[in-house]
Nanobody, 122 residues
Framework: QVQLVESGGGLVQAGGSLRLSCVAS????????VAWFRQAPGKEREFVAG????????YYATSVQGRFRISRDNANNTTYLQMNSLKPEDTAVYYC???????????????WGQGTQVTVSS
């Protein structure tokens, strides 16, 4: 089992920045890829970014490419999502999730955090 806890959400004006954190406990964190997903009211949960556990290759949704950056600190079992140039359409609950290999389909993830709300005002 892997337990995930997100933090760092909040209210920010358009153009601002936030950094989300996802702390893992349980099984060896370094053996898992970690992804961030988000879900806005009435919308499907969508892939935002992911980072692998072997090469630490990173992957991004087109909508956040160039604005968001995912990173991980295996020594502290933590994955970060740095979000810059935020837009109102980035408003959603953000979740981190873990599985061995990064994929973009949320149904394939084994472990999830409880989510953290990000609200971007215009």
């Amino acid at each position: 089992q892997v337990q995930l806890v997100e933090s760092g959400g909040g209210l920010v004006q358009a153009g601002g920045s936030l950094r989300l954190s996802c702390v893992a406990s349980g099984r060896t964190f370094s053996n898992y890829g970690v992804a961030w997903f988000r879900q806005a009211p009435g919308k499907e949960r969508e892939f935002v970014a992911g980072i692998g556990w072997i090469s630490e290759s990173s992957y991004y949704a087109t909508s956040v490419q160039g604005r968001f950056r995912i990173s991980r600190d295996n020594a502290n079992n933590t994955t970060y999502l740095q979000m810059n140039s935020l837009k109102p359409e980035d408003t959603a609950v953000y979740y981190c999730a873990a599985r061995q290999l990064i994929v973009r389909e949320h149904e394939k993830y084994d472990y999830w955090g409880q989510g953290t709300q990000v609200t971007v005002s215009s």
